[in-house]
């Protein structure tokens, strides 16, 4: 890998890493803060079954909806109910996308393809930055997903 990297002309490997990184910790940000609520209605909505045979509560409705799911979350857990277990997955998208950013670039740069790549160049360098991507990401989903389903103020995971 030559000193010189990415697409500015005198930018150094560590800098350029270094914007990657930022740029990637500020999209994990934003994706928790925009996306977690609705991925924790989606996550209660899916284990509604599972709910019912450990509480004893019924919806009336049967499958509740999504508007019906996010009214009964706020009324019984306030705002900070759609945000229940969002400390894992934001520190997770944090560092998954800040992966994400700078192994896209090395891998880039590994095939050679910085500049003006063809299709069949991005094709490896794609695999090469999915890979990576995997081994922050999974884990990190398993424990959001063990957190979100737990109903009420305490829990394991909480």
Same mark, same amino acid.
């Given at each position: 890998i030559n000193a010189e990297y990415g697409a500015f002309q005198g930018v150094t490997m560590e800098r350029e890493a270094?914007?990657?990184?930022?740029?990637?910790?500020?999209?994990?940000?934003a994706q928790v803060m925009v996306g977690h609520p609705l991925d924790t209605i989606k996550v209660r909505m899916?284990?509604?079954?599972?709910?019912?045979?450990?509480?004893?509560?019924? %919806?009336s409705s049967g499958l509740r909806t999504m508007l019906q799911?996010?009214?009964?979350?706020?009324l019984r857990?306030?705002?900070?109910?759609?945000?229940?277990?969002?400390? %894992?997955?934001?520190?997770?998208?944090?560092?998954?996308?800040?992966?994400?950013?700078? %192994?896209?670039g090395l891998a880039?740069?590994?095939?050679?393809?910085?500049d003006s790549p063809s299709r069949w160049q991005l094709v490896p360098a794609g695999l090469l930055a999915g890979c990576f991507c995997l081994m922050v990401e999974t884990p990190v989903d398993l424990l959001k997903t063990q957190m979100q389903v737990q109903l009420g103020a305490g829990g394991r995971y909480a």
């Open positions: 270094g914007i990657d990184i930022v740029a990637g910790t500020m999209a994990g940000v899916q284990t509604a079954g599972a709910t019912l045979r450990v509480t004893g509560e019924a %919806s799911t996010t009214k009964q979350t706020l857990e306030g705002p900070s109910g759609l945000y229940k277990g969002a400390a %894992s997955p934001l520190a997770g998208a944090m560092a998954q996308n800040a992966a994400c950013f700078f %192994s896209w880039k740069k590994m095939v050679g393809c910085e």
